[in-house]
């Protein structure tokens, strides 16, 4: 897991950065591309589109390195960067929504082997949180793919905690009436029990 690593690694190569050794960026990157990229894919759809809009978002991290004020954790900073990057972008150039009513109905996992059928229990949950309203799908993809805790997806969206739990609650109930069998496949269930606060993001 980048946690562990990126505790020590991110404020030594931002401090190398900050200090005139503009190679130290390199680690940042080569630690985030992945997750970023994820995070960007889950908003626009397009693989492409991703890797572009996480390039952005480093070039407007590097930018902004002297902003981090160190009262959180550096992905916490990072990805709620980014996260507005990607809002923004998606402002300028709207992606085409499915809507949740046209959104097939996920089948259930149709093997008895253990990995694949994890595999498949995963990308239903993945197609019926892309079928979302944009309002709802981003606090529930910052919840459950990215381990945000509420608090963190709060400061992120810019909205207040109170906001973000009735967004993540309505996005629930649209998923259990559109997808009935969705909470039993999902690995977690897109329960509504809180998670323990977690700084770190994935």
């Not at 967004?167 to 977690?188: M, Y």
């Amino acid at each position: 897991m980048h946690a562990a690593i990126s505790a020590e690694e991110d404020p030594a190569d931002v401090n190398r950065v900050l200090a005139g050794d503009v190679q130290a960026f390199e680690g940042i990157v080569r630690r985030w591309q992945g997750p970023l990229v994820n995070m960007a894919w889950r908003y626009c759809r397009d693989r492409g589109r991703a890797e572009e809009m996480a390039q952005e978002a480093f070039l407007r991290a590097w930018r902004g390195l002297a902003g981090w004020r160190r009262e959180s954790s550096f992905s916490t900073w990072l990805f709620a960067l980014a996260a507005n990057v990607f809002r923004s972008e998606l402002q300028r150039f709207p992606t085409v929504n499915v809507s949740l009513e046209e959104a097939a109905e996920p089948a259930g996992p149709a093997t008895q082997h253990e990995g694949l059928a994890r595999k498949q229990s995963d990308e239903t949950v993945r197609r019926a949180v892309l079928a979302l309203p944009t309002r709802y799908r981003e606090p529930v993809v910052l919840y459950y793919f990215h381990e945000m805790d509420v608090a963190a997806a709060a400061r992120t969206m810019g909205l207040p905690e109170g906001t973000v739990k009735a967004r993540l609650a309505r996005g629930r109930d649209l998923l259990r009436k559109r997808f009935p069998h969705l909470n039993e496949q999902s690995t977690p269930p897109l329960s509504s029990t809180p998670r323990p606060k977690k700084e770190v993001l994935q």
